[in-house]
């Protein structure tokens, strides 16, 4: 558009000069362009100074028409909330977050960790040395402990109070020095949780050394109240249908002890031999599986010694 005005201009300026190219050759009868116009109608409009007109025609376009709007597109899916990370309790408590749609192994896997913990318990045990005559004989009492993992059964977090499912061989030993063989020491930790600050105080309900199942009581634990801990989701054993998955742990061979995760850095390993019609517990722990392994191994070649000298002892008294 500008070009093309620019052009007009250019036609106007050279209409003037061929004009007053005449008139200067005949000033009697000199007749001038007094103005040159654009109407409405885009025409250019020239008029002399004897009064007459003259339309050039049309120079400049009218401007076109606006086009019809564009219709609104349509507005965008809102997207998905990403879910949010549950926070972990004060302290050194880690924090679960669950990323996956809910129906994986990795998302039930992610929540049933909310409803798991540790559990170790104390005990103390005297362990008689020497001959069987008077006097030649000594004690010495030990302190040692145990421990395992279990689930919160149910739970009233308002009140801070828990059931806790454990093994029974986890809070029992039947040479400890209590009456029943029951740890009347036993703290649990919430998972991510197994420092000494966060340990809640729990007490033995009932259990069965049978089935090797014990239930554990926790009453208005703050601990408990403050966390992101949650009671487990029994399954249906009736709802289990042939081609389901199923998970085993590892069987290992008579006399090599035990090993327990009890937590992602921290493992026990678990040496129950029988020696004099009693069982004596004592066990390791380490970091990693690995490690666990080699401590555990250690210690049951240890424990083997002293109770091969123990038995030697006894049959030259």
């Known amino acids: 558009m500008k070009t093309r005005i620019y052009s007009i201009i250019c036609v106007i300026c050279l209409l003037f000069s061929s004009v007053f190219a005449l008139t200067s050759c005949n000033s009697d009868n000199a007749v001038g362009i007094v103005s040159a116009e654009i109407n409405e109608n885009g025409e250019l409009v020239l008029v002399y100074s004897d009064g007459n007109e003259q339309n050039l025609g049309v120079v400049v376009g009218k401007d076109g028409e606006d086009g019809e709007k564009g219709s609104d597109g349509s507005d965008g899916k809102d997207g998905t909330n990403g879910q949010n990370g549950i926070n972990g309790a004060n302290g050194a408590d880690g924090s679960l977050i669950i990323t996956s749609d809910g129906s994986s192994i990795p998302a039930a896997s992610a929540k049933g960790l909310r409803s798991a913990v540790s559990i170790v318990c104390n005990f103390q045990s005297t362990i008689q040395q020497g001959g069987w005559r008077p006097g030649s004989s000594s004690t010495t009492t030990q302190d040692y402990s145990s421990a395992g993992s279990g689930v919160i059964y149910q739970m009233d977090k308002a009140e801070g109070d828990a059931f806790i499912i454990t093994n029974y061989h986890v809070v029992y030993d039947a040479s400890s020095n209590t009456e029943n063989g029951i740890s009347d020491d036993i703290s649990v930790y919430l998972y991510g949780s197994e420092i000494e600050e966060k340990a809640i105080e729990a007490t033995y309900v009932g259990g069965s050394l049978y089935y090797d199942i014990a239930v554990l009581q926790i009453d208005n634990s703050d601990i408990l109240k403050a966390s992101d801990a949650c009671e487990v989701d029994v399954a249906d054993s009736d709802a289990i249908v042939v081609g389901d998955t199923a998970y ?18 921290l493992y026990e390993g678990r040496f129950t031999p029988r020696v004099n019609g009693k069982r004596i517990s004592k066990n390791v722990y380490a970091k990693t599986r690995e490690e ?20 030697k002892q006894a049959k030259n008294a």
């Open 248 to 265: 085993k742990p590892k069987i290992r061979k008579s006399g090599t002890g035990c090993v327990t995760m009890i937590n992602d850095h």
């Open 292 to 311: 666990c392994e080699e401590k555990l191994a250690e210690l049951i070649k240890t424990m083997k010694a002293e109770i091969a000298e123990m038995k």
